[in-house]
Antibody, heavy 121, light 110 residues
Framework: EVQLLESGGGLVQPGGSLRLSCAAS????????MSWVRQAPGKGLEWVSSINAGGDSTYYAHSVRGRFTISRDNSKNMLKLQMNSLRADDTAVYYC??????????????WGQGALVTVSS | QSVLTQAPSVSAAPGQKVTIFCSGSASNIGNNYIAWYQQFPGAAPKLLIY???KRPSGIPDRFSGSKSGTSATLGITGLQTGDEADYYC???????????FGGGTKLTVL
Protein backbone atom coordinates (compact mmCIF):
# COMPACT_ATOMS: atom_id res chain seq x y z
CA GLU A 1 0.00 0.00 0.00
CA VAL A 2 1.35 3.40 -1.02
CA GLN A 3 1.80 5.71 1.96
CA LEU A 4 3.01 9.29 2.02
CA LEU A 5 3.45 10.89 5.42
CA GLU A 6 4.23 14.60 5.66
CA SER A 7 5.85 16.20 8.68
CA GLY A 8 7.45 19.48 9.66
CA GLY A 9 4.48 21.80 9.45
CA GLY A 10 3.74 24.41 12.07
CA LEU A 11 3.55 28.09 12.92
CA VAL A 12 6.31 30.37 11.64
CA GLN A 13 6.73 34.13 11.56
CA PRO A 14 6.80 36.05 8.27
CA GLY A 15 10.29 35.93 6.83
CA GLY A 16 11.05 32.68 8.61
CA SER A 17 11.92 29.23 7.31
CA LEU A 18 10.46 25.78 7.58
CA ARG A 19 11.32 22.40 6.10
CA LEU A 20 8.70 19.86 5.21
CA SER A 21 9.45 16.17 4.84
CA CYS A 22 7.46 13.41 3.20
CA ALA A 23 8.24 9.80 4.09
CA ALA A 24 7.26 7.43 1.31
CA SER A 25 6.57 3.70 1.58
CA UNK A 26 4.79 0.93 -0.28
CA UNK A 27 6.37 1.65 -3.67
CA UNK A 28 9.77 2.01 -5.32
CA UNK A 29 10.30 5.67 -4.45
CA UNK A 30 13.41 6.10 -6.60
CA UNK A 31 11.58 5.59 -9.93
CA UNK A 32 8.76 8.09 -9.41
CA UNK A 33 8.68 11.84 -9.87
CA MET A 34 7.17 13.63 -6.88
CA SER A 35 5.42 16.91 -6.19
CA TRP A 36 4.22 19.30 -3.54
CA VAL A 37 0.73 20.75 -3.90
CA ARG A 38 -0.76 23.21 -1.43
CA GLN A 39 -4.22 24.40 -0.47
CA ALA A 40 -4.82 27.65 1.39
CA PRO A 41 -7.67 27.61 3.92
CA GLY A 42 -10.98 27.50 2.08
CA LYS A 43 -9.27 27.76 -1.30
CA GLY A 44 -8.45 25.50 -4.22
CA LEU A 45 -5.42 23.41 -5.07
CA GLU A 46 -2.16 25.08 -6.11
CA TRP A 47 0.80 23.22 -7.59
CA VAL A 48 4.01 24.22 -5.81
CA SER A 49 6.92 22.17 -7.11
CA SER A 50 7.94 18.91 -8.76
CA ILE A 51 11.13 16.85 -8.94
CA ASN A 52 12.04 14.04 -11.28
CA ALA A 53 12.90 10.53 -10.12
CA GLY A 54 16.65 11.11 -10.10
CA GLY A 55 16.40 14.46 -8.36
CA ASP A 56 18.32 16.38 -10.99
CA SER A 57 15.38 18.23 -12.54
CA THR A 58 13.16 20.52 -10.50
CA TYR A 59 10.21 22.76 -11.30
CA TYR A 60 8.62 25.55 -9.30
CA ALA A 61 5.51 27.70 -9.34
CA HIS A 62 6.28 31.35 -10.03
CA SER A 63 4.95 32.25 -6.57
CA VAL A 64 7.63 30.22 -4.75
CA ARG A 65 10.58 30.26 -7.16
CA GLY A 66 13.72 31.50 -5.44
CA ARG A 67 12.27 30.92 -1.96
CA PHE A 68 11.42 27.19 -1.92
CA THR A 69 13.71 24.26 -2.75
CA ILE A 70 12.48 20.75 -3.46
CA SER A 71 14.83 17.81 -2.95
CA ARG A 72 14.76 14.09 -2.41
CA ASP A 73 16.84 11.37 -0.78
CA ASN A 74 16.18 8.14 -2.65
CA SER A 75 18.25 6.15 -0.17
CA LYS A 76 15.83 7.17 2.59
CA ASN A 77 12.62 7.33 0.52
CA MET A 78 12.21 10.93 1.54
CA LEU A 79 10.93 14.04 -0.24
CA LYS A 80 11.63 17.48 1.20
CA LEU A 81 10.59 21.07 0.72
CA GLN A 82 12.77 23.81 2.17
CA MET A 83 10.72 26.98 2.51
CA ASN A 84 12.48 30.29 3.13
CA SER A 85 11.31 33.90 3.29
CA LEU A 86 7.84 32.72 4.15
CA ARG A 87 4.90 35.06 3.65
CA ALA A 88 1.38 35.10 5.00
CA ASP A 89 0.05 33.91 1.64
CA ASP A 90 2.15 30.74 1.97
CA THR A 91 -0.24 29.63 4.72
CA ALA A 92 -1.74 26.37 3.50
CA VAL A 93 -1.95 22.63 3.87
CA TYR A 94 0.98 21.19 1.93
CA TYR A 95 0.44 17.82 0.27
CA CYS A 96 3.13 15.47 -0.94
CA UNK A 97 2.04 13.60 -4.07
CA UNK A 98 3.38 10.81 -6.24
CA UNK A 99 3.33 11.48 -9.98
CA UNK A 100 2.04 8.70 -12.22
CA UNK A 101 4.67 7.20 -14.48
CA UNK A 102 2.35 6.16 -17.33
CA UNK A 103 1.36 9.55 -18.71
CA UNK A 104 3.54 12.35 -20.13
CA UNK A 105 1.51 14.99 -18.28
CA UNK A 106 2.31 15.22 -14.54
CA UNK A 107 -0.64 13.60 -12.78
CA UNK A 108 -0.86 13.28 -9.02
CA UNK A 109 -1.74 9.70 -8.20
CA UNK A 110 -1.28 9.21 -4.46
CA TRP A 111 -1.44 12.00 -1.90
CA GLY A 112 -0.33 12.34 1.70
CA GLN A 113 -2.63 13.56 4.45
CA GLY A 114 -1.09 17.04 4.36
CA ALA A 115 0.94 19.26 6.68
CA LEU A 116 -0.40 22.61 7.83
CA VAL A 117 1.93 25.57 7.53
CA THR A 118 0.80 28.80 9.16
CA VAL A 119 2.75 32.00 8.55
CA SER A 120 1.74 34.61 11.09
CA SER A 121 3.23 36.98 13.63
CA GLN B 1 -7.52 33.55 -10.42
CA SER B 2 -7.03 29.97 -11.62
CA VAL B 3 -5.53 29.20 -15.02
CA LEU B 4 -8.28 26.62 -15.63
CA THR B 5 -11.88 27.75 -15.27
CA GLN B 6 -14.55 25.77 -13.45
CA ALA B 7 -18.04 26.69 -12.29
CA PRO B 8 -18.03 27.16 -8.50
CA SER B 9 -20.93 24.82 -7.89
CA VAL B 10 -23.29 22.33 -9.49
CA SER B 11 -26.19 20.34 -8.11
CA ALA B 12 -28.32 17.40 -9.15
CA ALA B 13 -30.68 14.85 -7.65
CA PRO B 14 -29.70 11.36 -6.51
CA GLY B 15 -29.64 8.91 -9.37
CA GLN B 16 -29.23 11.63 -11.97
CA LYS B 17 -26.22 12.52 -14.10
CA VAL B 18 -24.08 15.63 -13.70
CA THR B 19 -21.39 17.14 -15.91
CA ILE B 20 -18.59 19.31 -14.55
CA PHE B 21 -16.75 21.52 -17.02
CA CYS B 22 -13.17 22.75 -17.16
CA SER B 23 -12.00 25.36 -19.62
CA GLY B 24 -8.44 26.24 -20.49
CA SER B 25 -6.24 27.13 -23.44
CA ALA B 26 -3.95 25.63 -26.05
CA SER B 27 -0.97 25.75 -23.71
CA ASN B 28 -2.63 23.58 -21.09
CA ILE B 29 -5.72 21.49 -21.89
CA GLY B 30 -5.20 21.85 -25.62
CA ASN B 31 -1.82 20.12 -25.61
CA ASN B 32 -1.64 18.13 -22.38
CA TYR B 33 -3.68 15.43 -20.72
CA ILE B 34 -6.29 16.44 -18.17
CA ALA B 35 -6.88 14.85 -14.77
CA TRP B 36 -9.76 15.13 -12.34
CA TYR B 37 -9.54 14.98 -8.55
CA GLN B 38 -12.20 14.48 -5.90
CA GLN B 39 -11.80 16.05 -2.47
CA PHE B 40 -14.00 15.60 0.58
CA PRO B 41 -13.88 18.19 3.38
CA GLY B 42 -10.82 17.76 5.55
CA ALA B 43 -9.35 15.06 3.32
CA ALA B 44 -6.62 14.87 0.70
CA PRO B 45 -7.58 14.95 -2.97
CA LYS B 46 -8.04 11.65 -4.77
CA LEU B 47 -7.32 10.98 -8.45
CA LEU B 48 -10.51 10.13 -10.35
CA ILE B 49 -9.56 10.46 -14.01
CA TYR B 50 -6.19 10.74 -15.74
CA UNK B 51 -5.05 10.89 -19.35
CA UNK B 52 -8.29 12.69 -20.26
CA UNK B 53 -10.51 9.65 -19.85
CA LYS B 54 -8.78 6.85 -17.93
CA ARG B 55 -9.86 5.64 -14.50
CA PRO B 56 -7.33 4.48 -11.91
CA SER B 57 -7.92 1.08 -10.40
CA GLY B 58 -10.86 1.14 -8.01
CA ILE B 59 -12.68 4.13 -9.50
CA PRO B 60 -16.19 3.06 -10.56
CA ASP B 61 -17.29 3.50 -14.17
CA ARG B 62 -19.94 5.99 -12.98
CA PHE B 63 -17.10 8.50 -13.38
CA SER B 64 -15.98 9.41 -16.91
CA GLY B 65 -13.84 12.04 -18.55
CA SER B 66 -13.68 13.58 -21.98
CA LYS B 67 -11.90 16.41 -23.73
CA SER B 68 -12.51 18.53 -26.81
CA GLY B 69 -10.06 21.20 -27.86
CA THR B 70 -9.35 23.38 -24.86
CA SER B 71 -12.20 22.13 -22.67
CA ALA B 72 -12.72 19.01 -20.62
CA THR B 73 -15.65 17.46 -18.82
CA LEU B 74 -16.14 15.11 -15.91
CA GLY B 75 -19.33 13.10 -15.97
CA ILE B 76 -20.85 11.36 -12.98
CA THR B 77 -23.85 9.08 -13.44
CA GLY B 78 -26.10 7.45 -10.86
CA LEU B 79 -25.40 10.25 -8.38
CA GLN B 80 -25.16 9.29 -4.74
CA THR B 81 -25.12 11.51 -1.67
CA GLY B 82 -21.62 10.18 -1.07
CA ASP B 83 -20.48 11.93 -4.25
CA GLU B 84 -20.90 15.33 -2.59
CA ALA B 85 -17.41 16.77 -2.75
CA ASP B 86 -15.20 19.30 -4.49
CA TYR B 87 -13.95 18.34 -7.93
CA TYR B 88 -10.81 19.81 -9.48
CA CYS B 89 -9.40 19.58 -12.98
CA UNK B 90 -5.65 19.76 -13.40
CA UNK B 91 -2.97 19.56 -16.05
CA UNK B 92 0.38 21.03 -17.07
CA UNK B 93 0.76 24.38 -18.78
CA UNK B 94 3.53 24.22 -21.36
CA UNK B 95 3.89 28.01 -21.60
CA UNK B 96 4.12 28.51 -17.85
CA UNK B 97 6.10 25.28 -17.31
CA UNK B 98 3.89 24.78 -14.31
CA UNK B 99 1.15 22.55 -13.00
CA UNK B 100 -2.25 24.21 -13.08
CA PHE B 101 -5.63 23.48 -11.50
CA GLY B 102 -9.13 24.75 -11.88
CA GLY B 103 -10.71 26.58 -8.98
CA GLY B 104 -12.85 23.58 -8.12
CA THR B 105 -16.53 22.75 -8.45
CA LYS B 106 -18.58 21.90 -5.39
CA LEU B 107 -21.09 19.15 -6.16
CA THR B 108 -24.28 19.05 -4.14
CA VAL B 109 -26.54 16.03 -4.43
CA LEU B 110 -29.98 17.30 -3.48
Amino acid sequence: EVQLLESGGGLVQPGGSLRLSCAASGFTFSIYAMSWVRQAPGKGLEWVSSINAGGDSTYYAHSVRGRFTISRDNSKNMLKLQMNSLRADDTAVYYCAQIRDDTPTPTFDYWGQGALVTVSS
Amino acid sequence: QSVLTQAPSVSAAPGQKVTIFCSGSASNIGNNYIAWYQQFPGAAPKLLIYGDNKRPSGIPDRFSGSKSGTSATLGITGLQTGDEADYYCGTWDSSLSAGVFGGGTKLTVL
